[in-house]
T-cell receptor, first 114, second 110 residues
Framework: EPEVTQTPSHQVTQMGQEVILRCVPI?????FYWYRQILGQKVEFLVS????????KSEIFDDQFSVERPDGSNFTLKIRSTKLEDSAMYFC????????????FGSGTRLTVV | GQSLEQPSEVTAVEGAIVQINCTYQ??????LSWYQQHDGGAPTFLSY??LDGLEETGRFSSFLSRSDSYGYLLLQELQMKDSASYFC???????????WGAGTKLIIKP
């Protein structure tokens, strides 16, 4: 079964440093998303991406964040100048179409900012 | 504002039936989804309701009443592997965002 692949699975970084989280969506999917989940809390939408541009972003997704699809397979989330409160699980997801359901999630990257 | 309410925790016995409720308040509505998440794992899609009524997928069923802004997930013949958190999520019709509930932790006892 096709999977969304995320690397690394764990990332520890010092406050103020930049991190890049990587995702390889399912190959025939056209819509890509980043979500985050602070430990024990609900999943929060960050950004959606389609046709090489951001479709929608939440209030969380401020200037500290950026996304990129540098080639035909990777989809990255960059967090500049990380803060302690950025510590969370970051999930990438993809879907075939602009769907209301059935996103396929990756297994996540646990980011710890120290 | 937009919000989804679901119980924080539900406890049930193996082999039993459990219902997890979800009420929502959103500016638009474009369907109610349910996701399962095991500890440390990724959310996995379970079911989706766009129209009123019951959708059945094996041991899991999901119900929606748009007039009541309410839905539920019904799990039958509970197995220990069903122990997980269950999230309801609504897609706002005005954007691509999935708005998530805080999740219900399902605890299953033998």
């Amino acid at each position: 079964e096709p999977e969304v692949t995320q690397t690394p699975s764990h990332q520890v970084t010092q406050m103020g440093q930049e991190v890049i989280l990587r995702c390889v969506p399912i190959s025939n999917h056209l819509y890509f998303y980043w979500y985050r989940q602070i430990l024990g809390q609900k999943v929060e939408f960050l950004v959606s991406f389609y046709n090489n541009e951001i479709s929608e972003k939440s209030e969380i997704f401020d200037d500290q964040f950026s996304v990129e699809r540098p080639d035909g397979s990777n989809f990255t989330l960059k967090i500049r100048s990380t803060k302690l409160e950025d510590s969370a699980m970051y999930f990438c997801a993809s879907s075939v179409e602009e769907t209301n359901y059935g996103y396929t999630f990756g297994s996540g990257t646990r980011l710890t900012v120290v | 504002g937009q919000s989804l309410e679901q119980p924080s925790e539900v406890t049930a016995v193996e082999g039993a039936i459990v219902q997890i409720n979800c009420t929502y308040q959103t500016s638009g509505f474009y369907g109610l989804s349910w996701y399962q998440q095991h500890d440390g794992g990724a959310p996995t899609f379970l079911s989706y309701n766009a129209l009123d009524g019951l959708e059945e997928t094996g041991r899991f069923s999901s119900f929606l009443s748009r007039s009541d802004s309410y839905g539920y997930l019904l799990l039958q013949e509970l197995q220990m592997k069903d122990s997980a958190s269950y999230f309801c999520a609504v897609r706002d019709s005005t954007n691509y965002q999935l708005i998530w509930g805080a999740g219900t932790k399902l605890i299953i006892k033998p």
